[in-house]
Nanobody, 113 residues
Framework: VQLQASGGGLVQTGGSLRLSCAAS????????MGWYRQVPGNQRELVAS???????YYADSVKGRFTISRDRVKNTMYLQMNSLKPEDTAVYYC????????WGQGTQVTVSS
């Protein structure tokens, strides 16, 4: 599975961004997809995930602000990020698990105070 992430950028506190992760196969056929983020010097942390069944998980730090979704036609997973905070600043990676694990390239999200 090849993953292509996009949508990062610079935004002010309280702003919104939408990340996209285009997959080389149907996102509904992938066992588990998700978004991770990483700040230099820290471990990569899970932000949100969605199973093939549709079960969704959010980290406590983003609940109520971020929404993960999938588009069947575009074979794309999204992360809508609202009410962004400076602590959301990180490189965001999309991830897929289908037997093996696959990672997209990171996309930088910077939230200015």
């Amino acid at each position: 599975v090849q993953l292509q992430a996009s949508g990062g950028g610079l935004v002010q506190t309280g702003g919104s961004l939408r990340l996209s992760c285009a997959a080389s196969r149907s996102v509904f056929a992938i066992t588990l997809m998700g978004w991770y983020r990483q700040v230099p010097g820290n471990q990569r942390e899970l932000v949100a995930s969605i199973r093939g069944s549709g079960v969704i998980y959010y980290a406590d730090s983003v609940k109520g602000r971020f929404t993960i979704s999938r588009d069947r036609v575009k074979n794309t997973m999204y992360l809508q990020m609202n009410s962004l905070k400076p602590e959301d600043t990180a490189v965001y990676y999309c991830h897929a698990k289908l037997g093996y694990e696959y990672w997209g390239q990171g996309t930088q999200v910077t939230v200015s105070s």
